[in-house]
């Protein structure tokens, strides 16, 4: 793994990272605290395809600021589909056996640089459905965030994003754009109505995807507030690094 130069808080490690995945692995991508002791682990639940050069950055900012970050790459065949091989209506049941598989891995002792109890998750478009279905269906999540995820059209899925938003009781943030095309603030406002102890922010005069510095909507002032309250977010509901002084 490549070391980052430090950067904030931490110095960090990055790079793909080998995740058992049944019987073989999965090429995940870790970006962690470059130093000795335990951090807090948020796993990313990103949008089908490849993990993009956005994820793994907001992977490394997360990680200067404490917090060890495994991005997933569920779809792993390439395809954009998960990659269990099942029909679109036991994708939701693979995606919560491979994330229970990840977590158990993460929390076993030999692995020394995690801490488990509990898992932030953030979900980034399309995977935020997963990380809002995952924090509501799981005990081993803690806090979960969501970049512009979808909040409706999945009412064929087996855990839609409606039934579980009030089933959240773990602390919950929500980034949206107020001049998204594919997401209507009216949605974000109904979020806010089913799940009144989680935040749900709309940002004013940008567009989805603002946040990603890849993207044609992508504006920075935004985008660093947003990275800001995830940090503090995530900071605040896991537990805090333990760093051992190696002198």
């Not at 639940?45 to 990680?63: M, N, P, Q, T, W």
């Not at 919950?172 to 754009?177: D, P, S």
């Not at 974000?188 to 890849?214: C, I, K, M, R, T």
């Amino acid at each position: 793994m490549a070391v980052l130069p430090h950067e904030g808080t931490y110095p960090v490690m990055y790079g793909t990272y080998s995740t058992p995945a049944g019987s073989s692995y999965r090429s995940d991508y870790l970006a962690r605290p470059d130093a000795v002791g335990r951090f807090p682990v948020v796993l990313i639940v990103r949008d089908e395809g490849a993990i993009s050069s956005h994820i793994k950055s907001v992977s490394r900012f997360l990680a200067r600021r404490g917090i060890a970050v495994l991005a997933l790459n569920l779809a792993s065949d390439g395809s954009g589909r998960f990659h269990n091989g099942a029909g679109p209506s036991d994708t939701d049941t693979d995606v919560l056996l491979q994330l229970d598989e990840t977590q158990r891995f993460l929390a076993d002792e030999d692995l020394r640089w995690a801490l488990t109890d509990p898992v932030g998750v953030l979900g980034i478009q399309s995977g935020g459905r997963l990380a809002l279905m995952a924090a509501a269906l799981r005990r081993w999540v803690g806090p979960v965030a969501v970049l512009y995820a979808p909040l409706d059209g999945d009412e064929h899925r087996r855990y839609p994003v409606s039934r579980q938003l009030e089933r959240l009781s773990g602390p919950v943030l929500g980034i949206y754009a107020a001049d998204d095309d594919t997401i209507p603030a009216a949605a974000v406002d109904a979020a806010q109505g089913s799940n009144p102890h989680g935040q749900w922010l709309l940002y004013e005069g940008v567009g989805h995807g603002f946040v990603n510095e890849n993207h044609p909507h992508y504006n920075e002032a935004a985008s660093q507030d947003a990275l800001a309250r995830l940090s503090g977010f995530f900071t605040a509901g896991l537990p805090s690094p333990q760093v051992e002084d190696t002198g």
